[in-house]
């Protein structure tokens, strides 16, 4: 099936990642360009990453990084974020995180639902997260438990069915994954943050100039 672009008929998108820095990662130049047109995207996490910072205590690494969160959001135009404080790195596919899962949605009743990949591996030297993995099953079970669901749940992930242009806004990407600095620093003290926030930026969004330039590649899941 040949690639499509990302749907343009919605105005608000609920981003759902276990952990602060997942949609740095991968879709914020996509989240950015799509404030900057005036459509409203909201994030939720299920965790704090407090187990995420090598040598730093659970109560000082959850704050100082969901305080990196904000700031990052905020570069991208977001600014209705929420934690639910599920333990990070022991993220499971239970029933009361999908019943979370299923009343966020029905609360913000967005046009789009986006999570993280769900799928054992990124690229065969590149395994994924079990809370990625479990996260994301869990959001797909509590899209099909709900009565009226958003129109479409998207993943991002590689082997793609979507895409997003993302031409214009790397450097956002860039500079709200380097927002989170405290995090970056501590997992490679010995590389710039910015140098790293670039690298894996553009490693997530590659160029394909057969459709229009850089991307961010979106799988979809659910269209109802």
């Known amino acids: 099936m040949d690639e499509e672009p990302f749907p343009t008929d919605w105005q608000t998108a609920l981003v759902l990642v276990p952990h602060p820095d997942d949609p740095e990662y991968g879709i914020g130049a996509a989240v950015a360009k799509w404030t ?3 459509r409203t995207v909201h994030y939720a996490l299920a965790s704090r990453g407090e187990a995420g910072i090598a040598g730093m205590p659970p109560e000082q690494a959850g704050p100082l990084r ?3 969160q904000r700031r990052s959001a905020a570069i991208c135009g977001v ?3 929420e934690f639910w404080d599920y ?3 022991d993220i499971r596919n239970t029933p009361e995180l999908r019943a979370r899962i299923a009343a966020t ?3 913000l009743k967005p046009d789009v639902v986006i999570t993280i ?3 054992d591996s990124w690229a065969p030297d590149a395994p994924n997260q079990r809370d990625h993995i479990e996260f994301a099953h869990a959001v797909a079970e509590a899209y099909d438990e709900l009565a009226d669901p958003p129109r479409w749940l998207f993943e991002n992930g590689p082997e793609f069915t979507h895409y997003e242009v993302i031409d214009g806004y790397t450097d956002v990407a860039v500079d709200s994954l380097a927002a989170h600095e405290v995090y970056l620093s501590v997992l490679d003290p010995d590389t710039p943050v910015v140098a790293q926030a670039r690298k894996q930026v553009e490693e997530a969004t590659p160029v394909r100039e057969d459709l229009g330039g850089r991307i961010v590649q979106f799988i979809v899941k659910r269209q109802h």
């Open 117 to 119: 990949y769900s799928g």
């Open 79 to 81: 600014d209705k974020l």
């Open 66 to 68: 969901e305080d990196e």
């Open 105 to 107: 949605i029905e609360a």
């Open 36 to 38: 900057a047109t005036g």
């Open 87 to 89: 333990p990070d790195s």
